[in-house]
């Protein structure tokens, strides 16, 4: 049984000053949301806030909301103007870091291989990697989908002969982000079914059946159901429904 994982995606937005009341609403709220494990990711400035804010609610537990940066490297220090260490993010309780997102992808020049050794950093320093590929519409028209994902994740599985403990995929199709433009249920359910096997037969059937894989693109409170009703998705990447703390935790309610 894979435990749904709710991963919020604040993106490049928020301030210092946001911080405070979103963690008392999820806190308050959080006994609500089904069983699910509860995630955000956002700005590496934020994270020292989001732990302060956090940890000051649960008496330094922490338990209940885990929060990682959208980006690291793959070094643990050197010069890399701009980029956050992996093991800093571990030290500023990260337990998560997001790896390949298609902005990275598509403004930022993040290619498969990078991804991946972005991804397979956040394990080698504590954390668990949400490893994203997905598909933009001129692809999915082509009847291309399958090609490009099983190419997003060659170099991770060449990277890595075993899943790493914990690992997970986000399936984002590109048209479905920040659009209002989900995939249909069945379409997401289609291509979560094609990446599990596709991680069976690099890491095996175990791993297969463990490795969650998130739905990412406009999901909603009033969609979440649904896609998270179907066999192979194992909870959600959530961008803008994610920014507001009582629409977050109505798609972690959703998640049963
Ligand atoms: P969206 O973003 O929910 O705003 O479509 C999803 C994402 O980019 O992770």
């Known amino acids: 049984m894979r435990r749904k994982l709710i991963a919020g ?6 301030s210092l000053g946001d911080v405070g009341a979103y963690v008392k ?3 308050k709220k959080m006994h609500d949301v089904a069983g699910a494990e509860l995630l955000v990711f956002c700005q590496a400035a934020l994270l020292p806030e989001l732990k302060k804010e956090w940890f000051s609610l649960t008496g330094g537990a922490p338990a209940g909301l885990g929060f990682g940066p959208q980006n690291i490297h793959w070094e643990e220090k050197g010069a890399f103007t701009g980029e956050l260490s992996p093991a800093l993010a571990r030290e500023l309780g990260c337990t998560y870091a997001l790896a390949g997102h298609s902005e990275r992808r598509q403004f930022f020049g993040e290619t498969n291989e990078s991804a991946a050794m972005r991804a397979l950093a956040a394990h080698k320093f504590g ?13 999915r028209d082509a009847g291309k989908t399958f090609d490009l994902i099983r190419a997003q994740c060659a170099p991770l599985f060449k990277m890595a002969a075993a899943a790493p403990e914990g690992f997970c995929f986000a399936y984002e199709p590109v ?7 989900t995939a249909t249920s069945a379409q997401a359910q289609e291509v979560h079914a094609f990446l599990r096997s596709e991680i069976e037969k690099a890491w095996g059937p175990q791993a ?3 490795v969650r894989i998130l739905y990412g693109g406009s999901v909603k409170p009033d969609n979440a159901h649904e896609l998270m009703s179907q066999k192979d998705v194992d909870g959600v990447l959530v961008g803008g429904a994610s920014l507001e703390a009582t629409s977050f935790l109505a798609i972690a309610a959703a998640s049963k």
């Open 25 to 27: 609403e999820v806190h």
């Open 127 to 139: 954390m668990r990697a949400v490893f994203c590929v997905g598909e933009p519409l001129e692809v």
């Open 175 to 181: 048209w479905a982000i920040g659009t209002g433009r």
């Open 208 to 210: 297969a059946a463990a």
């Open 9 to 14: 995606n604040w993106k490049m937005y928020k």
